[in-house]
C-alpha cells in the first residue's frame, strides 16, 4: 500500500506531525497501524479545538472508520474525547446499519461505546428499537457472536436508565437495593 509522505515519515522516520499538519490526513492514519496509536495519542493531549478539528474531519467517513481493524480504536478514542454533538453526529450515522454494524468484529466495539456515551436521547433510543424491536433482527443478532455484546451493553444501558424510576416506587422499600456480587442471598442455618 502507498502511504502519504507524512505518514511515511511518522511510520519510518519516527517524525511526530502537528495537528495542524495532520489536516487532510486523519483517515490515512486511522486506518494505519501507527498512525492509529499516534491519532490516539495526540487526541488525548489536544485541545479542545484540536480534538474538533480531528473528529470533524474523519466524522463523514465514520462508518468505514468503525469497521476498519486500527480505525475502530480511533473511533473509540474520537467518541471518548468529543462533544454531545460529535458523539449524537456519529450515533446518527449508524441508524439504519447499526444491525451490520453490531455484527461486525471491529464495529460491536464502536457501537457499544455509542450506547455508553450518549445520552437516553431519541437517537439512542432509535438505535436501540432498531437493534432489538424491529422485525428479526433480535432473533439475527443474538445468534451473532458480537452482536451478542452488543445487546449485553444495551441491556445494561436499558437497565440505567430504568432503574432510578424503580428505585422510587412507592411500597418497593430495600427491593431494589444492590447486594454486593457473590453475597449469599437466603442463607440456611
Not at 474520537?78 to 460529535?86: A, H, S, V, Y
Not at 455508553?116 to 437493534?131: A, F
Amino acid at each position: 500500500l502507498v502511504c502519504s509522505p507524512l505518514l511515511g515519515e511518522h511510520k519510518h522516520g519516527g517524525r511526530k506531525p502537528t495537528v495542524a499538519e495532520l489536516a487532510g490526513h486523519v483517515l490515512e492514519f486511522a486506518k494505519d497501524s501507527h498512525g492509529s496509536r499516534y491519532l490516539q495519542d495526540v487526541m488525548n493531549k489536544a485541545s479542545r479545538p484540536e480534538r474538533d478539528a480531528l473528529i470533524n474531519e474523519i466524522k463523514n467517513d465514520c462508518l468505514s472508520v468503525v469497521q476498519d481493524l486500527f480505525g475502530n480504536y480511533v473511533m473509540q478514542n474520537f467518541l471518548d474525547n468529543g462533544t454531545e454533538e460529535q458523539r449524537e453526529f456519529i450515533a446518527n450515522k449508524m441508524r439504519g446499519v447499526i444491525v451490520d454494524l453490531s455484527m461486525h468484529p471491529h464495529g460491536c466495539r464502536v457501537v457499544q461505546k455509542v450506547l455508553e456515551l450518549i445520552g437516553p436521547t431519541s437517537t439512542r433510543y432509535d438505535l436501540l428499537h432498531e437493534l432489538i424491536l424491529k422485525r428479526g433482527n433480535l432473533d439475527i443478532t443474538a445468534r451473532d457472536p458480537h452482536a451478542t455484546h452488543v445487546l449485553q451493553k444495551a441491556v445494561v444501558v436499558l437497565q440505567r436508565d430504568v432503574y432510578p424510576f424503580l428505585e422510587r416506587r412507592p411500597g418497593r422499600g430495600d427491593r431494589f437495593k444492590k447486594v454486593p456480587r457473590g453475597a449469599a442471598q437466603n442463607k440456611v442455618a
